[in-house]
């Protein structure tokens, strides 16, 4: 068993597996038990499996706290909440697809479970290139830096402008080179049917697996912002990749009740696009005060102060929405 004490990106290989055994645990209460069958997932049921999904995400930070230390500890809940916190944006396009696929809400955790399945094995592809180019040229980070102060520049010069997903080049490289169904055959995601053009049985996609494949492309745009932003507040690939995984984890279940409230949140955007801005400026800001880097405390309490005045100011401005619902 000396294998399992084998160190690997800066941890042993058994502190890996124990947290992926979590996970595979996790998802299979969710889908073996609790979701089991297709169900329509309600607000309240929605609030209530994000709260325990965030509960045990803070429960494991606890955990790296107490084994780790406090540094260890603040930058995984700083992690935990910058990731948290983008993933917001996330819901508003995956509502978008959903909407553009004509997907019901029946089917919509099936598309989401699976799409975190193919997140789980995307990130960790993307934290250990990252983490190996961090290793090998230090200067990576001064990039990773430059790329969030640029990306948070354009978030903010286009919160206004909707994603286009009829306009996504995968999208329509897909349907010009495979077989696609053009309505949606339940929960399933192929479907064998006879080909017009041919008259024999094919296999077909469904809008279903279409809608999949976009949200898988959609978490890829998105880990282009926050796999970086993560490197900024600390370079260990284990608190970064635990830290991206139990916060996208929660994420199937807190888009059924954020999706209902989409235009509360409309100006979370430009918060998010300062968060990204103060998380890359921190690495030259702390080369100009000459400190290693800037104290995880700091860190974090600036992280909540924008993303609480984003929310509030939100909610603020879109009252009368909730007042008088259309």
């Known amino acids: 068993m000396d294998f399992l004490f084998v160190d690997w990106l800066g941890k042993p290989l058994w502190l890996w597996l124990s947290f992926l055994g979590i996970v595979i645990v996790m998802l299979a209460v969710d889908l073996g038990i609790v979701h089991r069958k297709s169900k329509e997932i309600g607000v309240t049921e929605s609030l209530v499996t994000s709260a325990a999904y965030i509960l045990l995400g803070l429960a494991f930070g606890g955990w790296v706290w107490w084994y780790m230390g406090a540094t260890a500890g603040m930058n995984y809940l700083t992690g935990f909440v910058v990731e948290k916190s983008l993933a917001m944006d996330n819901v508003f396009v995956i509502a978008m697809i959903f909407t553009y696929f004509a997907v019901p809400r029946l089917y919509q955790h099936r598309v989401l479970?699976?799409?975190?399945?193919?997140?789980?094995?995307?990130?960790?592809?993307?934290?250990?290139?990252?983490?190996?180019?961090?290793?090998?040229?230090?200067?990576?980070?001064?990039?990773?830096?430059?790329?969030?102060?640029?990306?948070?520049v354009k978030m903010w010069l286009f919160a206004d402008k909707e994603y286009d997903v009829a306009a996504n080049p995968v999208l329509k490289f897909v349907r010009r080179h495979f077989r696609v169904t053009d309505r949606l055959h339940g929960e399933h995601f192929w479907v064998k049917q006879a080909d017009p053009a041919t008259g024999k049985q094919a296999w077909f996609m469904t809008p279903l697996m279409l809608a999949l494949l976009m949200v898988e492309i959609v978490d890829v745009v998105f880990a282009v912002d926050s796999v970086p932003a993560i490197f900024a507040i600390t370079?260990?690939?284990?608190?970064?990749?635990?830290?991206?995984?139990?916060?996208?984890?929660?994420?199937?279940?807190?888009?059924?009740?954020?999706?209902a409230m989409v235009?509360?949140?409309?100006?979370?955007?430009?918060?998010?696009?300062?968060?990204?801005?103060?998380?890359?400026?921190?690495?030259?800001?702390?080369?100009?005060?000459?400190?290693?880097?800037?104290?995880?405390?700091?860190?974090?309490?600036?992280?909540?102060?924008?993303?609480?005045?984003?929310?509030?100011?939100?909610?603020?401005k879109t009252r009368d929405q909730a007042a008088h619902p259309a």
């Open 113 to 152: 479970f699976w799409g975190i399945l193919g997140v789980i094995v995307l990130r960790a592809i993307m934290i250990g290139v990252g983490a190996t180019l961090v290793v090998q040229f230090s200067w990576v980070l001064y990039v990773f830096a430059a790329f969030l102060i640029f990306t948070g």
């Open 235 to 259: 370079t260990d690939p284990f608190i970064v990749y635990t830290s991206n995984i139990f916060a996208i984890l929660g994420l199937r279940a807190l888009y059924f009740a954020l999706a």
């Open 263 to 316: 235009d509360r949140f409309h100006y979370l955007k430009y918060a998010l696009a300062i968060l990204l801005v103060f998380i890359g400026s921190k690495i030259f800001v702390a080369d100009a005060l000459g400190l290693a880097k800037i104290p995880p405390v700091a860190s974090l309490s600036v992280t909540f102060a924008i993303l609480a005045a984003g929310i509030g100011w939100s909610l603020w």
